[in-house]
Each structure stands twice: as C-alpha cells, then as structure tokens.
C-alpha cells in the first residue's frame, strides 16, 4: 500500500475539518504530515517554496462566478493573501500566501459568499468543466451547464467519492468549438446526434482515460455510448463507482482511469456502465465538433437578442486582486454580475447589450486585458511555476511574459495565431502537450552548470482529430529560448503540422445562427449590431 492509501484507510480526507481550528491556533509546524495531505481534500495546500504559507484552491463548477464572489476573493486575497489570484485551466482560481491561523476565517467568508474549496485536491473529482460560453453561444448544440450542477451536487461533501484510486477531470460542453481539451479528461461528453432520418436526437458521445500527467498526453477514447442528457448524469455516476472500486491503487504514478481502460478495454468498461444502470446504452453518435479550436476571447453575439459576451485575456492567468475587484465592477456596471473563467486562462462578461457594449470596449481596464490580444498572447498560457508550486523545476509565468515580449518585439504582426503553451513538470498542468507549441520545464547540465531549461515540442491537439504532441528539441536553456521560437515560429502552424479538412457543423433544432464574430487583430474592430 502506498503513502497516501496509508492515509486514507487511516480516516477520510474530509475528517481533517475537524482539526483546521486547532491547527489555525497551534501553528503550522504543529501539524502532522499525514494532516499536510488530508488538508489538500479542502483545497490547501502547503508550499515547499513558501514556507508556512498555503496555495488555497476554489472550485467553480463550469468557470461560472459573479461579481460579488470575485469581490469576495479579491478581499480575501488582499486581506490574508500576497494580493495575487492565479486563474488556472481548469476554469477556478488559486489563492497564495495563506497562513494556516487565518484558514478558518477565510473558510467561513467564503461560505457567506457561496464558494467553496472542497476536493479541490487530491483523490476526488475535480472542478467539473464545460463551455465558458454555454447557454450563450447561438452555435451551441446543447446546454451541460445542469449535468454539470448535478454532478457537482452528488460529488461534494460524500464521502463516497473522497477516496477515488487519484484524481478524476471530468468536462461536458455542448459546443462544437473544441474550447475545452476534452480528450485531456478522466470523463467527457461531447455533443454528437443520431439522425433519425427526419430530424437529428442531439445528446452526448462520451470518452474516457484522457490525461496529461502520468506518463503524458494519452488521448480520450470513445465508450461508444451516446447519452440523451436525461441519462449523462447516471451514466457519469457510474463511471465513477466503477473507477472507485475497481481502478488501481498500488502504484500512483499508473493510478488514473486511463490505466483501468487500458486494462479492461472499452467494451468491458462499457459492458460494466450497463450493469450498474440497468439498460442497454445507444452506441455512439456522430460527433458534431467543428474542426477549429476556439477560445471565445473577443467581443460575441450571444443567443440572446440585443445581448453580447466580451472574453478578456489574462496574460498567463495572473492577476491582481485589485484589478479583479475592478473586473467585478464592470461585469456589475455593463452586465448582470456575471462573470465566466476559461480554460484559456480569461474572463468572460457576458449580457452586455448592444447599447453599452461600445462603452465597455472603452474602459481602461478592458484595454489592459485586451479583448482583441495579438496572435500571440491570446494564446499564451502557463502553469503556476517554481515560485509557488512544490513540482514545478522552473519558474515559468514571468519567463513565460519575457519570452513573448521578446518575441512581440522581434516578429510583431508576422505571427499567424497559434498556442503557446508553459508546463513547469510532467504534470503538465499548462496543457503543453495540447498546444501549437508546448514547452516543458526541466533541470539540465550545459558547461558544467545546471540550469533551467525546457523540451520542446510541437503539433499536439485535443478535439475531434487530436494528435500527440512531438518532442522536437531538448534541453533548451531558458535564456536562449526567445532566440530558438523566433526561427521557429514564423514557420510552424498547426495547418502546416497537421492539415484536418473543414467539418460541417449541423445545426440544432431551434438553434439561431451566430450573429456576430469575435474581434481580431490589434485594434479594436467595431462590433456589427
């Protein structure tokens, strides 16, 4: 049995609540190491390279917040944080500098502002993921937003999810623009249809034994099982006690789902779904995804008649908590206090109408995040890095902004949009093997010195035709980087890496065309109303 098995047949990772008040008044050297894990159950995590100091991790089931939660967050983070929040791929927000005497304080503010930091960490389903736009997008096929509630519902505070073999992603998005890399996931259903001859059954094909870390990028793979969303919940639900019961637990580096699938193999896995749910399941539909990757950072058509949604990059998902508390104004003052995270490491304000859309374009602030971000920030992303995370070997948001500006200055305008993508370890939390380009931190010895450095690879995808990314460089020093992307990145797109021919997107029933397109280029572009 390995360590954290140990621990976890000792007691529950959620039981550790208990002693949160003792510890908060004890200290955090008082606190035993078993303790350090169970605590990561509640989204704290303990820094090596900050010490005495937590991470606190906020799920936000599908991105989706208001502008009196990231008020609330931003306090928190001025109060009893270092001022910094940290927006991640996986549509939450990452606290730092927390000390362990202010955690039940902060635990209780968060209530009041109905967040919560609960299986954040460790062996439990993660912040459930879908489309940052969904019920916003006039090309969505369908809505996850309540697949997503649903699940988030069974999963928090029950212990019979708190001691999965590892950690399980799970996403659902009804969009066809491939902004979530669902083949990354534990668990995903993507949006596919039968056709029934006089009309199409939209619903779900479901994938599973997606990830990144533990190995690298292993692709999702078909159940075949298309699922109407009456059934998406039950059929995730199993999953899961399947996993739950069955996944192996001896060794953690070959503990995620992926590692059962390949096991049991699909049709097993698929036969074993059927079992616990009673009924025999659709095979998989057709899948309704375009082709093209989109990241909704722009100014956008919603569905909604009059209404528009405006995506604001946050350089490498930094930013500070006086700024977040300025966005929270604005989504109050120009929408409905809404306010949506992306995978792409940006905000979303939706339900800005037609008249005061002009008028948020204007406001400083929108200016500085940028809505219309240049080919190559728009698709920057990045892990947290050495300065904050106990796994990263390099520091990697600050090289990540050098480096562009570098580049800014030296290719400017030539640069076609393509994804640059920062992972500070093999967990590959910067989702650098999905990207254009994906650069890996590592150690590595040049005249006799170590120094930081990164492997480079290129070509990797998730969506309907996702390709495994191609290590083409290693041990590339950090310092000579800028150099090495600027013979590089002139050259290389992802139609040049892999061409996909254009994928008809079929159209719901009922569903109104998009009326608008997001922004491009430098300069803002007037919006058609």
């Not at 059934?231 to 789902?257: K, S």
């Not at 616990?276 to 990241?295: K, N, P, S, W």
Request: overall charge positive; hydrophobic content about 40%.
């Amino acid at each position: 049995m390995n360590k954290i098995e140990a621990i976890k047949s000792e007691r529950d990772g959620l039981s550790v609540r208990d002693m949160i008040a003792h510890y908060a008044e004890a200290g955090w050297e008082s606190i035993p190491e078993d303790d350090i894990q169970r605590l990561k159950w509640y989204g704290l995590f303990l820094r090596n390279p900050t010490p005495g100091h937590f991470m606190l991790r906020v799920r936000l089931p599908g991105g989706r917040t208001t502008s009196a939660q990231l008020e609330a967050l931003g306090n928190l983070a001025l109060q009893y944080g270092n001022g910094v929040i940290d927006v991640t791929t996986r549509q939450q927000v990452q606290l730092r500098h927390l000390t362990i005497e202010h955690v039940p304080t902060v635990f209780a503010k968060l209530e009041e502002a109905g967040l919560t930091s609960l299986q954040t960490g460790m062996d439990s389903v993660r912040n459930i993921m879908t489309c940052p736009v969904a019920g916003l997008n006039p090309n969505e096929l369908l809505e996850g937003t309540d697949i997503v509630r649903a699940l988030n519902e069974e999963i928090l505070g029950n212990p019979a999810y708190t001691n999965l073999p590892r950690k399980c992603n799970i996403a659902v998005t009804g969009c066809p623009d491939n902004c979530l890399h669902t083949e990354t996931q534990d668990i995903a259903l993507v949006p596919a249809y039968h056709d029934l001859g006089h009309d199409k059954c939209y619903g779900y094909n479901v994938l599973v034994g997606g990830k990144l870390g533990s190995g690298g990028y292993r692709i999702a793979g078909s159940l075949d099982i298309f699922v109407n969303p009456a059934q998406a919940f039950e059929v995730c639900r199993a999953l899961l006690h399947i996993y739950r019961d069955h996944g192996p637990r001896e060794n953690r580096t070959q503990a995620r789902l992926a590692f059962l699938v390949e096991a049991w193999g699909e049709k097993r896995l698929r036969h074993e779904v059927e079992i616990r749910i009673g009924r025999t399941l659709l095979a998989a539909g057709v899948d309704a995804r375009g082709a093209a990757e989109r990241d909704h950072i722009g100014i956008f058509r919603q569905k909604q008649r009059g209404m528009n949604y405006i995506g604001l990059k946050l350089l490498v998902g930094r930013v500070k908590a006086a700024e977040l508390l300025n966005i929270a104004a604005l989504a109050a003052r120009y929408g409905t206090g809404e306010v949506r995270l992306s995978p792409a490491q940006a905000l979303i304000i939706p339900h800005v109408s037609d008249r005061l859309v002009g008028e948020l374009a204007e406001e400083p602030l929108v200016k500085q995040f940028a809505y219309n971000p240049s080919a190559l920030y728009k698709g920057l992303v990045s892990c947290v890095g050495s300065d904050y995370c106990n796994l990263a070997v390099i520091e990697t948001k600050s090289r990540a902004v050098e480096t562009a500006r570098v580049l800014e200055r030296k290719l400017g305008d030539s640069l076609k949009p393509i994804t640059l993508h920062w992972s500070g370890c093999p967990a590959g939390c910067g989702n650098h093997l999905v990207a254009d380009i994906g650069l890996l931190g590592k150690k590595a010895k040049v005249d006799g010195k170590v120094i930081d450095a990164v492997d480079v690879f290129v070509g990797g995808r998730s969506g309907p035709d996702p390709k495994i990314a191609t290590k083409i460089m290693e041990d590339v020093p950090c310092d000579r980087l800028p150099a090495v992307l600027e013979t590089l990145m002139p050259y290389h797109t992802r139609e040049k890496m892999h061409r996909v021919r254009g994928r008809a997107v079929p159209k719901a029933t009922g569903q109104a065309p998009a009326s608008g397109n997001g922004t491009m280029g430098r300069t803002p572009q007037p919006l058609p109303v």
